[in-house]
């Protein structure tokens, strides 16, 4: 086996084979098919970059088809959001399909099905229809209207279709097999009984189709080769296969059902009635909220589609379900925007300090390199002056000898500056440092190629020029559960999970350059970590939202405990 072929995963495995089989690469077509329900989440987005990564990697097209299909849950809205969602991650489908736009076919082939003996329109409440369908163990039994007459069941069914009938009275069901040991065999329902708007269709239907009777033939309509799914439909094949045996042309394409499992992220859920629950009960701001699992919060959050794709590429796909730790996708988001993020300088528990040799009034704009890690970012101008803000953990009044930051007696260099020394500190009633006095080495500004610049100083810190600071709201977001999977135990409310410090707000002092940053704009705030520039952010007040930090603090706490 060559190492190509060693690197499959076994959905291209199926593929492969079906293309040594003769099946012509032309032929192959995929699709990404979200119900427009809610806003998508981080496992939508494997099963985005899975359809549309297969696309790229067969020269295939791949369809973005929203399965509209019951009106009760869906809006425009979210079409709109899911579109986004995919064009921002870089992905563009072939065409933007509806399975409303099946609506008569699927209509005339159910026709046909009750023409043929195959479905008959069914009378019985839900609560009977549940009695009578049996348990796993226990086959179900015959619904009383199973052996309707074609005849009959054609005029409820059009009746139906012209709403002469409340929600809830009738249902078309397939004549399948009440004896089936698959439950979803035991004549399954194929249409129901809705007076609501449709997003597309208006008020034209009252009835709509079930997922499981459009999916499959909406894949025909659009000739999938392979419709891909998460493990929870590995059940609805067997349905999914026997539907299209009845329409099935042998001239055109049959679609092939194939499942792959969910993958759930840690700290989080991933389940859109959840999310929406999250909403609705305002534990978070909106579908879009940093902390969300959604695209939508992620984007909003600073992660990069390319962070998002490297994710997915990263945990793959495989055949069992798991919950991949929330550090995964970190560190893709980290290594992403190590490569891309402009590095500035910011503080956000600022305590003054005090340059009691350097002049009054005077100021210098200093050289600073915008990203290391990309030679063509080239330098800015940060101002520097007398008095200027540093981190407050960044000075320690009496230090061991491993502290290599700011200490009495100590030395330590002024990132893109000079090296200071700590001569004393100011303190007000209770004790608190209010100003640390220092001195600094007027040979010694960085670059300059001085010996006192060339001095082997271990300790480098960043600062902020009072003068010139620009003030900043900075969300600080943390996970938003505390147990890594809150939705494990079904006898737990997941929502007591949720963790009260999940978010900070706090005021921080940029370098004046970030004055124009926009939003949506990405930055590594040195020493502190990623931040990205928010919706929210106007030119009078600016907000940055904290991304990830420089490293994984949960590991060293998740530890400890």
Same mark, same amino acid.
């Given at each position: 086996?060559?190492?190509?072929?060693?690197?499959?995963?076994?959905?291209?495995?199926?593929?492969?084979?079906?293309?040594?089989?003769?099946?012509?690469?032309?032929?192959?077509?995929?699709?990404?098919?979200?119900?427009?329900?809610?806003?998508?989440?981080?496992?939508?987005?494997?099963?985005?970059?899975?359809?549309?990564?297969?696309?790229?990697?067969?020269?295939?097209?791949?369809?973005?088809?929203?399965?509209?299909?019951?009106?009760?849950?869906? %809006?425009?809205? *979210? @079409?709109? !959001? /899911?579109?986004?969602?995919?064009?921002? +991650?870089?992905?563009?489908?072939?065409? &933007?399909? $509806?399975?409303?736009?099946?609506?008569?076919?699927?209509?005339?082939?159910?026709?046909?099905?009750?023409?043929?003996?195959?479905?008959?329109?069914?009378?019985?409440?839900?609560?009977?229809?549940?009695?009578?369908?049996?348990?796993?163990?226990?086959?179900?039994?015959?619904?009383?209207?199973?052996?309707?007459?074609?005849?009959?069941?054609?005029?409820?069914?059009?009746?139906?279709?012209?709403?002469?009938?409340?929600?809830?009275?009738?249902?078309?069901?397939?004549?399948?097999?009440?004896?089936?040991?698959?439950?979803?065999?035991?004549?399954?329902?194929?249409?129901?009984?809705?007076?609501?708007?449709?997003?597309?269709?208006?008020?034209?239907?009252?009835?709509?189709?079930?997922?499981?009777?459009?999916?499959? %033939?909406?894949? *025909? @309509?659009? !000739? /999938?080769?392979?419709?891909?799914?998460? +493990?929870?439909?590995?059940?609805?094949? &067997?349905? $999914?296969?026997?539907?299209?045996?009845?329409?099935?042309?042998?001239?055109?394409?049959?679609?092939?059902?194939?499942?792959?499992?969910?993958?759930?992220?840690?700290?989080?859920?991933?389940?859109?009635?959840?999310?929406?629950?999250?909403?609705?009960?305002?534990?978070?701001?909106?579908?879009?909220?940093?902390?969300?699992?959604?695209?939508?919060?992620?984007?909003?959050?600073?992660?990069?589609?390319?962070?998002?794709?490297?994710?997915?590429?990263?945990?793959?796909?495989?055949?069992?379900?798991?919950?991949?730790?929330?550090?995964?996708?970190?560190?893709?988001?980290?290594?992403?925007?190590?490569?891309?993020?402009?590095?500035?300088?910011?503080?956000?528990?600022?305590?003054?300090?005090?340059?009691?040799?350097?002049?009054?009034?005077?100021?210098?704009?200093?050289?600073?390199?915008?990203?290391?890690?990309?030679?063509?970012?080239?330098?800015?101008?940060?101002?520097?002056?007398?008095?200027?803000?540093?981190?407050?953990?960044?000075?320690?009044?009496?230090?061991?000898?491993?502290?290599?930051?700011?200490?009495?007696?100590?030395?330590?260099?002024?990132?893109?500056?000079?090296?200071?020394?700590?001569?004393?500190?100011?303190?007000?009633?209770?004790?608190?440092?209010?100003?640390?006095?220092?001195?600094?080495?007027?040979?010694?500004?960085?670059?300059?190629?001085?010996?006192?610049?060339?001095?082997?100083?271990?300790?480098?810190?960043?600062?902020?020029?009072?003068?010139?600071?620009?003030?900043?709201?900075?969300?600080?977001?943390?996970?938003?559960?505390?147990?890594?999977?809150?939705?494990?135990?079904?006898?737990?409310?997941?929502?007591?999970?949720?963790?009260?410090?999940?978010?900070?707000?706090?005021?921080?002092?940029?370098?004046?350059?970030?004055?124009?940053?926009?939003?949506?704009?990405?930055?590594?705030?040195?020493?502190?970590?990623?931040?990205?520039?928010?919706?929210?952010?106007?030119?009078?007040?600016?907000?940055?939202?904290?991304?990830?930090?420089?490293?994984?603090?949960?590991?060293?706490?998740?530890?400890?405990?």
């Amino acid at each position: 086996m060559s190492t190509k072929e060693k690197s499959l995963n076994f959905i291209e495995e199926i593929i492969e084979d079906d293309l040594a089989k003769g099946m012509p690469k032309d032929e192959l077509r995929f699709r990404f098919p979200p119900e427009p329900n809610g806003y998508l989440h981080v496992g939508h987005a494997s099963s985005i970059c899975l359809n549309f990564g297969l696309g790229l990697r067969y020269n295939a097209p791949v369809n973005l088809r929203f399965d509209d299909t019951n009106p009760a849950k869906e %809006e425009q809205e *979210y @079409v709109d !959001a /899911i579109k986004k969602d995919v064009e921002w +991650l870089g992905y563009q489908w072939a065409e &933007e399909r $509806y399975a409303s736009d099946y609506f008569q076919q699927l209509y005339d082939w159910a026709v046909d099905f009750i023409k043929r003996g195959l479905a008959y329109v069914d009378s019985q409440s839900s609560e009977e229809m549940a009695k009578q369908k049996g348990t796993p163990s226990q086959p179900g039994t015959e619904s009383p209207y199973r052996n309707r007459s074609v005849e009959e069941n054609l005029d409820l069914f059009e009746k139906m279709k012209n709403g002469e009938f409340p929600e809830g009275t009738h249902v078309l069901r397939a004549k399948i097999n009440m004896s089936s040991s698959n439950m979803l065999m035991r004549d399954p329902i194929m249409y129901r009984i809705l007076h609501k708007h449709h997003h597309r269709t208006g008020d034209n239907w009252k009835i709509y189709p079930m997922y499981d009777w459009a999916h499959g %033939e909406s894949d *025909y @309509v659009e !000739a /999938i080769s392979h419709s891909l799914c998460t +493990l929870e439909f590995l059940m609805h094949r &067997e349905l $999914y296969d026997w539907f299209l045996d009845q329409i099935y042309d042998n001239k055109s394409m049959r679609p092939k059902q194939r499942e792959f499992a969910r993958r759930n992220l840690s700290h989080t859920v991933v389940s859109k009635r959840k999310l929406l629950q999250l909403v609705q009960e305002g534990h978070v701001t909106g579908w879009d909220d940093p902390r969300m699992s959604t695209i939508s919060g992620m984007r909003r959050r600073g992660y990069t589609p390319m962070a998002i794709r490297n994710f997915a590429d990263t945990i793959g796909i495989a055949k069992r379900t798991n919950l991949v730790d929330v550090s995964v996708l970190e560190f893709c988001v980290r290594e992403d925007l190590n490569k891309t993020a402009p590095r500035v300088m910011a503080v956000l528990d600022p305590v003054k300090l005090v340059i009691t040799n350097y002049p009054e009034g005077q100021e210098e704009w200093l050289d600073a390199e915008n990203n290391p890690e990309d030679e063509t970012a080239g330098f800015r101008k940060v101002p520097f002056s007398r008095e200027l803000y540093i981190e407050r953990e960044d000075f320690m009044e009496e230090a061991n000898r491993k502290y290599f930051r700011l200490s009495l007696g100590k030395e330590v260099r002024l990132k893109n500056a000079y090296i200071i020394k700590g001569e004393s500190v100011v303190k007000d009633a209770d004790g608190n440092i209010t100003e640390i006095h220092c001195t600094y080495d007027t040979d010694s500004k960085s670059g300059s190629g001085t010996e006192a610049s060339l001095r082997k100083i271990k300790g480098t810190i960043h600062w902020v020029s009072i003068k010139h600071a620009v003030k900043a709201e900075i969300r600080i977001y943390d996970r938003l559960f505390t147990h890594e999977n809150p939705d494990g135990d079904k006898e737990i409310d997941f929502k007591s999970y949720l963790n009260p410090n999940s978010l900070e707000v706090i005021t921080g002092y940029l370098e004046p350059s970030l004055k124009e940053a926009n939003s949506g704009d990405r930055f590594q705030f040195q020493r502190l970590g990623y931040f990205c520039v928010d919706p929210d952010s106007t030119s009078e007040n600016l907000v940055f939202n904290k991304t990830v930090g420089l490293r994984d603090t949960w590991a060293k706490i998740e530890s400890k405990e």
